[in-house]
């Protein structure tokens, strides 16, 4: 940022003293998941309709009966047409400041029971040092803060695109607000008319990364019959499920051995197979009459271990045991050689000094987006910060968020002069 000055202020304090409010605003809003994110939803489409953003919120309800909310805000330039069919060219051949800029971020957090961060509270953001304190400061309010900061008094005038921005609900639940806007959202559909930039802003240290990990698994359960131990009565659900372990063990092993399970982009390069075994006793003189055994893998783009959903279930069926398969959550990948993510490399150097995209083995929203062609994964604050106790963001990197999302905004939705 320049360091031209104003009543005695550089204009980047300003910038960094009105990110750090806006970001102590966010989190004082306590969205764990669990719990409605109706007021941050509302707080954020106040600010984005003062700046004259179009803002549709969209509800629903989650497992629990619970409100959840999304919001799609939009802002075109003037003059530019509603529909994408209305554009003289394909999307694919318009200049780069006329493809549009969509950021992507989630407003719940994770739960924080264990805190222990400064203040003790982890929804009074705290700032120490060089560092600011508070639950979702990394993960991800403080991505959402930097954006909100760079559109605060963007110039309408010299926008030459379209610009939304959108808050989904439930990222930290399996991705399920992210899914409900893909399915039920008219702004979300229009958004995807206009394939614009997608950028999500996870917390990267501002690397750009290409493409992540998804998620399969299943659920084996047995069932017997309860009885007190001392008696020939009961039929031990676990006795039905060892021979099924067998099974989890060689899937395990696999998944760690067969190459062709591997893809060497990623870090680590193996689908990490997850497993865990339950039968629920909670006395030792009650024969357990259920028994469970879970699995799960990280998906890749090119190995979505769909061999190991098939050999499982076709142990377990042989045994007689009942398996539930779960919904796969898919992995993320852009093309390296997408313009829109070598620009986006381009932008970054400055910030992450690094020149290629990369990849990371977490999950997010840009899962349930498939129909955007240009997803990118970017933002400020690191992933080892987030869901910590005491979970915090540098103000460094606040600030070069800030920076660097204002420079995506000038490259794919402003003009250039």
């Known amino acids: 940022m320049s360091d031209l000055s104003c009543h005695g202020y550089s204009y980047r304090d300003l910038v960094l003293s009105l990110v750090v409010r806006l970001l102590s605003d966010l989190i004082a809003f306590s969205t764990v998941s669990h719990t409605s994110n109706q007021a941050i939803t509302e707080w954020v489409a106040e600010r984005l309709q003062a700046q004259g953003f179009e803002c549709e919120q969209t509800r629903y309800l989650d497992g629990e009966g619970v409100p959840k909310f999304n919001l799609v805000a939009k802002r075109l330039p003037v003059d530019w047409p509603e529909k994408a069919s209305d554009l003289s060219m394909p999307s694919g051949d318009r200049a780069e400041n006329q493809t549009g800029l969509a950021y992507f971020c989630h407003t719940d957090v994770v739960p924080a029971d264990r805190w222990v961060g400064p203040g003790g509270n982890p929804f009074e953001a705290v700032l120490e040092g060089d560092r600011l304190y508070g639950r979702g400061a990394c993960d991800m ?17 010299k926008q030459s695109a379209p610009l939304w921005i959108v808050c989904t609900a439930d990222e930290e639940t399996g991705l399920r607000g992210a899914k409900e806007l893909a399915q039920s959202s008219p702004a979300y559909r229009d958004l995807v008319a206009h394939d614009p930039v997608a950028l999500i802003g996870e917390p990267t240290e501002l690397r ?10 299943f659920r084996v359960v047995s069932h017997g019959r309860a009885a007190h131990s001392s008696t020939n009565r009961g039929v031990n659900a676990n006795v039905l499920m060892i021979p099924f372990l067998q099974t989890i063990l060689e899937l395990h092993e696999r998944s760690q051995t067969d190459p062709m399970l591997r893809d060497d982009r990623f870090d680590p390069p193996t689908l990490t197979f997850n497993f865990g075994i339950s039968d629920h006793a909670d006395a030792t003189n009650i024969v357990p009459d259920r028994s469970e055994v879970w699995a799960n893998w990280r998906a890749m783009p090119s190995v979505d271990g769909g061999c190991l959903m098939s050999d499982a279930k076709a142990a377990a069926e042989q045994l007689g045991l009942h398996f539930f398969g779960y919904k796969s959550i898919a992995p993320l990948e852009t093309r390296t050689d997408d313009p829109a993510l070598v620009r986006m490399c381009e932008l970054a150097v400055p910030y992450c000094g690094r020149e290629k995209p990369e990849t990371v083995c977490y999950s997010t929203d840009g899962a349930v987006l498939g129909e955007l062609s240009h997803r990118i994964v970017c933002g400020p604050g690191s992933i080892e910060q987030a869901h910590t106790v005491d979970e915090f963001i540098e103000l460094k990197s606040l600030e070069d968020g800030v920076s660097l999302f204002r420079d995506a905004v000038q490259a794919f939705a402003m003009r250039s002069c």
Request: glycine letters at 18%.
């Open 141 to 157: 309010k403080g991505s959402l803060a930097a954006m909100l900061a760079v559109v605060d008094g963007l110039d309408a005038s």
């Open 208 to 217: 750009v990364v290409h493409a992540h990990k998804g998620m399969g698994g």
